[in-house]
């Protein structure tokens, strides 16, 4: 869902719960703002489990540097080191 559309879920659904007084015929407003802030916070545990599974997929990565010399090969003795 996302981080933004959950949040934006959850002030509809404060808002039509807690602000609006207004009745429309056939549907209750406080329901609807009720099940919107609970589809908002559901998506909102999703999205930040989400976001740090790939956080940490991220930091394990390595780099390993390999240098490859010839040990027998002296720097002071063979100028092509």
């Keep these: 869902m996302g981080l933004g559309t959950s949040?934006?879920?959850?002030?509809?659904?404060?808002?039509?719960k807690f602000a609006?007084?207004?009745?429309?015929?056939?549907?209750e407003l406080a329901t609807?703002?009720?099940?919107?802030?609970?589809?908002?916070?559901?998506?909102?545990?999703?999205t930040l489990i989400y976001m740090m599974q790939a956080g940490r997929r991220g930091a394990v990565v390595t780099h390993d540097r390999v240098v490859e010399r010839d040990p027998?090969?002296?720097?002071?003795?063979?100028p092509r080191i």
């Design 20 to 27: 609006v007084t207004a009745t429309v015929s056939g549907i």
């Design 32 to 46: 609807v703002g009720t099940i919107l802030i609970v589809v908002g916070i559901i998506g909102l545990v999703i």
């Design 72 to 78: 027998y090969a002296d720097p002071r003795v063979d």
């Design 7 to 16: 949040i934006f879920l959850i002030a509809l659904g404060a808002i039509l």
